[in-house]
């Protein structure tokens, strides 16, 4: 089953490009690789929940949170690649946690991106890692996660010296 | 107009290259890309403030020291690119901003660091990018970005495998 | 003397790999680059030691146990690359370093993971890197380390598009 249609099985109906923050754009593309900008969990334009995880956000929580953040990555990611069908391999991602004081389980709230990669792209979707806790974090999001994806020789390729 | 033109235009003299405060390089190039080490606002060597978002330092105050440290990557960029000119794209930019509690505007604070990608090198000056927060950093100062930047082919080539 | 009979000369007998906290993997392939997770000072499974630079943790221990997370590294990169031998650039190293209220010291704790890289492979083992301070970390770790290397073309090619 390609990735485009795992996302429709799994009834995931990818949003409207959330806006930048910032004086920057949602993703750039080198050669084969994609970088996107850090996503936060934005669902028409507002942050799901604030807070921080180990206060006013439980694990569970921010594991849906990390989901949303990287749902959002991937419309940024279809915009860029054309399709999720041209993705060879989720490379990277990076989880910014805002934690209380004494919260230590990053890796489970990060699971809710990591797994969606996994339900999506299979095997293409394992991906090298790092999980960080942040005192504060943009607008008090819970969670800001960046990705970095593989697509097709020939799709980098039509961007190469962009 | 071409990006060292575009420097001179904007009145912006790159400083000599700021001292590692560690055992590694400002900067690494593989293949086209070029990976520059975090930069600080260091002006002849030191820091040109201390000090956290939200507390000693203000939003606008922090936007200058974040176009600081960026002149700073630019100095590096250019030292292994031979010219700017020679920059295909700014490919990410990644800035850590030392945030005392309650503080939430990163990205306003990091705008300082885009802004003038764009200003330098127009459209190939578009990245992606995260802003996060963190308790403490470097020397105490107020801002640490890291910048990914593509470069020429021809360039690239000339130290694949180096 | 190459990388592997350096290591040996240091007298370092890489780990077995440390299991991923997640649901990742210790580290992905990308044309010549290969992305390592983040990578803690763990021995036997176990982290050395618990706690924050600047209060349970001394810079000393820390760049040591810096320097045991990077052995770690090296296990997950022997492991993608078959020998440390086929690797051509230590490209860059981002170390995250839990950090008590006022400790500014990061880049002193991380020397132990760059030293490394120096000793094991020469001029190729000098790299881009940041050092940044976090409030809390996975697990209660002192630090997390994440590495890029650029391995040889030939090694490659082989998982291009994998």
């Known amino acids: ?20 923050l910032g004086s920057y754009v949602p993703s750039v593309r080198t050669g084969m690789l994609v970088f996107i900008s850090g996503q936060l969990p934005l669902k028409d334009g507002k942050l ?7 206060a006013e956000v439980s694990v569970e929580e921010g594991a849906l949170l990390a989901r949303a953040a990287a749902i959002n990555g991937l419309a940024v990611l279809r915009a860029q690649a054309g ?3 041209n993705v060879t391999r989720c490379v990277k991602v990076t989880g910014f946690i805002a934690s209380a ?11 809710g991106a990591s797994d969606l ?13 790092a999980a960080v806790g942040a005192n504060e974090l943009p ?3 819970p969670v800001e996660i960046e990705f970095i994806f593989e697509i097709k020789r020939e799709i980098g390729r039509e961007v190469e010296g962009s």
Do not use: W, Y
């Open 1 to 20: 089953m390609s990735a485009e249609e795992k996302l429709k099985e799994l009834g995931i109906v990818l949003p409207e490009l959330p806006k930048p």
């Open 48 to 54: 799901i929940k604030q807070g921080k995880l180990g």
């Open 83 to 85: 399709s999720l069908d």
């Open 101 to 111: 004081p004494g919260f230590t389980d990053q890796p489970k709230v990060l699971n």
């Open 117 to 129: 990669m996994k339900e999506v792209f299979g095997d293409k979707g394992l991906h090298a890692r």
């Open 139 to 141: 607008m008090d999001t």
